[in-house]
Nanobody
Framework: VQLQASGGGLVQAGGSLRLSCTAS????????MGWFRQAPGKERLFVAA????????DYADSVKGRFTISRDSARTSMYLQMNSLKPEDTAVYYC?????????????????WGQGTLVTVSS
């Protein structure tokens, strides 16, 4: 599975961005997709995840109510709508995927990773 993340950029605090992640390769199996982020000098942290059927989602407490994860009907693309952005949301955002139907927030559970897209929120 190959993942391609896009949509990052520079935005002012309070603004919005929508990240996209497109999967290619072996995408027919049920799999969970997730977003993680890594701020400068910090560890990579869980942001959100969504199941194959899109019926279940999970969010980090820091983004609940502001970010929304979704995926398209073809189940090859995933999105992260980020609203009310804060300077502390500045990070490189990575998309990841794992086969199966169980949501996990631990990055060690995810086998495939995209290259990351930088989000910078100015104050």
């Amino acid at each position: 599975v190959q993942l391609q993340a896009s949509g990052g950029g520079l935005v002012q605090a309070g603004g919005s961005l929508r990240l996209s992640c497109t999967a290619s390769g072996r995408t027919f199996a049920p799999y969970v997709m997730g977003w993680f982020r890594q701020a400068p000098g910090k560890e990579r942290l869980f942001v959100a995840a969504i199941t194959w059927s899109s019926t279940r989602t999970d969010y980090a407490d820091s983004v609940k109510g502001r970010f929304t994860i979704s995926r398209d009907s073809a189940r090859t693309s995933m999105y992260l709508q980020m609203n009310s952005l804060k300077p502390e949301d500045t990070a490189v955002y990575y998309c990841a995927t794992k086969f199966g139907t169980t949501l996990y927030s631990s990055q060690s559970e995810y086998a495939y990773w995209g290259q990351g897209t930088l989000v910078t929120v100015s104050s």
